[in-house]
């Protein structure tokens, strides 16, 4: 398992074994994930997380890694907890996405 | 806003006159008792009939009318204004009555606009062009769908001048906005498909008519035989019935499943919109899904083969209609025949080249959604291995 410390309170531990195995992410499932996160003000319990997409745990461990290695989530430390985090980048990454489907239903090109 | 008046245009008064002197031309044939046999009152039947449908034509697909108006045309404000609007490549059909539609173009700044029959409209001109007086009528018909479309244009011309969307709308508001343009896509598929089947229905019924009046002419044999009169007619008659029922059923189950996917589609979106769904329900998910039901929600409006290019769709049923008629009545007269064997098979030609088309566009806008869906993915850093 591959550990880094960034020294500022944030923990991020990235399983690149689990990120390999995920070939092509389910759009769907890490669109729940970016509103999930989006709808939260602050950062959210893994399990909660989980929990609130609707996947088993092995299923979420692989998306949350491969997140995390796309930069769209960041996992810090709070209360003795790990939580999840939308980065700037998951942040933006999401309006696009909600632009792109409200330019794609309107019909535009 | 300037729309010009319909019957201001010189062309306009020259194609009236024309589908007139024709029919004048008839009436005056019949008051002086010419025989039916004779050419010249078959010219002048023919004269009539082909001239009323020849304006309809020209005047489906009259010239281009500048559109002068102070603001923006755009397809998506008129779309979220809850206009029917069908985007065909640069131009879009925009619909101002029960009957009528207008096709407006936009280049370099400049607007113009074209009237269209509806699908419907479209069907009674085509079908009321089957008789020679009739056309008179299909033309009368035309003329009525012209004016409306042209007193629309006035009276949404204001309202469309309100019009606007606020810059830079939040991600909450994009999501809302797409969930009710979603809804109303599936909402009004539905209205489609069902609308789509009574019309058929009515144009089955109307074929079965004029197929009795078919089977009554051809059932005559001469010399008379009144037994085997009513064999031909009793079981001609029961033939089309029978056809004409399976037929509506066919289609009644068909459209009832469409409309039943659809009308389930709409509730689920308004359902979200409504907060009437658990908190874990998502609704980027269902829009996603919903971006992928999309293009089948677009097709039950686009009718791209038929009702693409009314004109030629009037066309193609003229050719075929004639066609027809001149193989089966120039009994005699080679030329005729021939003449009428010449126009069926351009009709011929001209459907298969129009058949050709559709499902050429079909498959451009399944390429289009799939390219639509990658772009997509790519926003997402999805494509490649993870």
């Given at each position: 398992?591959?550990?880094?410390?960034?020294?500022?309170?944030?923990?991020?531990?990235?399983?690149?074994?689990?990120?390999?195995?995920?070939?092509?992410?389910?759009l769907?499932?890490?669109a729940?994930?970016?509103?999930?996160?989006?709808?939260?003000?602050s950062?959210?319990?893994?399990?909660?997380l989980?929990?609130?997409?609707?996947?088993n745990?092995?299923?979420?461990?692989?998306?949350l890694?491969?997140?995390?290695?796309?930069?769209?989530?960041?996992?810090?430390?709070?209360?003795?907890?790990?939580?999840?985090?939308?980065?700037?980048?998951?942040?933006?990454?999401?309006?696009?996405?909600?632009?792109?489907?409200?330019?794609?239903?309107?019909g535009?090109? | 806003?300037?729309?010009?008046?319909?019957?201001?245009?010189?062309?306009?008064?020259?194609?009236?006159s024309?589908?007139?002197?024709?029919?004048t031309?008839?009436?005056?044939?019949?008051?002086?008792?010419?025989?039916?046999?004779?050419l010249?009152?078959?010219?002048?039947?023919?004269?009539?009939?082909?001239?009323?449908?020849?304006?309809?034509?020209?005047?489906?697909?009259?010239?281009?009318?500048p559109?002068?108006?102070e603001?923006?045309?755009?397809?998506?404000?008129?779309?979220?204004?809850?206009f029917?609007?069908?985007?065909?490549?640069?131009?879009?059909?925009?619909?101002?009555?029960?009957?009528?539609?207008?096709?407006?173009?936009?280049?370099?700044?400049?607007?113009?606009?074209?009237?269209?029959?509806?699908?419907?409209?479209?069907?009674?001109?085509?079908?009321?062009?089957f008789f020679?007086?009739?056309?008179?009528?299909?033309?009368?018909f035309?003329?009525?769908?012209?004016?409306?479309?042209?007193?629309?244009?006035?009276?949404?011309?204001?309202?469309?001048?309100?019009?606007?969307?606020?810059?830079?709308?939040?991600v909450?508001?994009?999501?809302?906005?797409?969930?009710?343009?979603?809804?109303?896509?599936?909402?009004?598929?539905?209205?489609?498909?069902?609308?789509?089947?009574?019309?058929?229905?009515?144009?089955?019924?109307?074929?079965?008519?004029?197929?009795f009046?078919?089977?009554?002419?051809?059932?005559?044999?001469l010399?008379f035989?009144?037994d085997?009169?009513?064999?031909?007619?009793?079981?001609?008659?029961?033939?089309?019935?029978?056809?004409?029922?399976?037929?509506m059923?066919?289609?009644?189950?068909?459209?009832?499943?469409?409309?039943?996917?659809?009308?389930?589609?709409?509730?689920?979106?308004?359902?979200?919109?409504?907060g009437?769904?658990?908190?874990?329900?998502?609704?980027?998910?269902?829009?996603?899904?919903?971006?992928?039901?999309?293009?089948?929600?677009?097709?039950?409006?686009?009718?791209?083969?038929?009702?693409?290019?009314?004109?030629?769709?009037?066309?193609?049923?003229?050719?075929?209609?004639?066609?027809?008629?001149?193989?089966?009545?120039?009994?005699?007269?080679?030329?005729?025949?021939?003449?009428?064997g010449?126009?069926f098979?351009?009709?011929?030609?001209?459907?298969?080249?129009?058949?050709?088309?559709?499902?050429?566009?079909?498959e451009?806008?399944?390429?289009?959604w799939?390219?639509?869906?990658?772009?997509?993915e790519?926003?997402?850093?999805?494509?490649?291995?993870?």
């Amino acid at each position: 398992m591959d550990k880094k410390d960034a020294g500022n309170g944030e923990c991020p531990r990235l399983d690149r074994e689990r990120v390999r195995t995920l070939e092509r992410p389910d759009l769907y499932v890490v669109a729940r994930m970016l509103e999930r996160l989006w709808h939260e003000r602050s950062p959210m319990l893994k399990t909660r997380l989980q929990t609130a997409i609707g996947t088993n745990y092995d299923v979420f461990s692989r998306y949350l890694d491969w997140m995390l290695e796309k930069g769209l989530v960041t996992l810090i430390e709070q209360d003795g907890h790990q939580k999840v985090e939308l980065t700037d980048e998951g942040r933006d990454s999401y309006r696009r996405l909600v632009q792109w489907i409200n330019e794609t239903v309107h019909g535009k090109t | 806003m300037r729309v010009g008046r319909a019957l201001s245009d010189w062309r306009l008064i020259a194609l009236v006159s024309s589908a007139a002197g024709g029919l004048t031309y008839l009436l005056l044939s019949i008051t002086q008792n010419y025989s039916p046999s004779s050419l010249g009152w078959f010219i002048a039947l023919t004269y009539t009939w082909w001239a009323s449908f020849i304006v309809c034509i020209l005047m489906t697909v009259a010239p281009w009318r500048p559109l002068n108006f102070e603001g923006t045309w755009d397809p998506v404000k008129l779309r979220r204004a809850g206009f029917e609007v069908i985007v065909r490549g640069e131009d879009f059909d925009l619909r101002v009555a029960k009957f009528s539609m207008t096709r407006i173009r936009v280049r370099g700044g400049e607007r113009y606009f074209r009237t269209l029959p509806t699908s419907t409209g479209l069907w009674v001109i085509f079908l009321l062009s089957f008789f020679p007086f009739f056309t008179v009528l299909a033309f009368l018909f035309l003329l009525y769908i012209y004016m409306q479309a042209h007193e629309g244009l006035r009276t949404y011309g204001p309202l469309l001048k309100d019009i606007s969307r606020p810059t830079e709308p939040s991600v909450e508001e994009l999501v809302l906005d797409s969930l009710t343009s979603a809804y109303m896509m599936a909402r009004q598929a539905v209205d489609a498909n069902r609308s789509r089947f009574q019309d058929h229905c009515i144009i089955m019924a109307t074929m079965a008519i004029i197929g009795f009046g078919a089977l009554l002419l051809s059932s005559v044999r001469l010399p008379f035989d009144a037994d085997e009169y009513a064999w031909r007619l009793g079981g001609g008659t029961v033939l089309l019935i029978t056809i004409t029922i399976i037929g509506m059923l066919a289609l009644w189950r068909r459209a009832r499943r469409m409309a039943e996917e659809d009308e389930r589609w709409a509730n689920r979106l308004m359902a979200v919109m409504n907060g009437a769904v658990p908190e874990e329900t998502s609704a980027i998910e269902l829009l996603l899904r919903a971006v992928s039901e999309a293009p089948r929600w677009l097709n039950a409006h686009r009718r791209a083969m038929w009702y693409r290019r009314p004109g030629l769709t009037l066309l193609i049923a003229l050719l075929l209609d004639q066609g027809t008629i001149f193989l089966f009545i120039g009994i005699g007269f080679d030329l005729v025949r021939l003449l009428g064997g010449g126009l069926f098979a351009i009709g011929v030609l001209l459907l298969l080249d129009q058949y050709r088309r559709g499902r050429k566009e079909s498959e451009l806008l399944r390429e289009e959604w799939t390219r639509k869906m990658q772009e997509m993915e790519n926003v997402l850093g999805l494509t490649g291995k993870g």
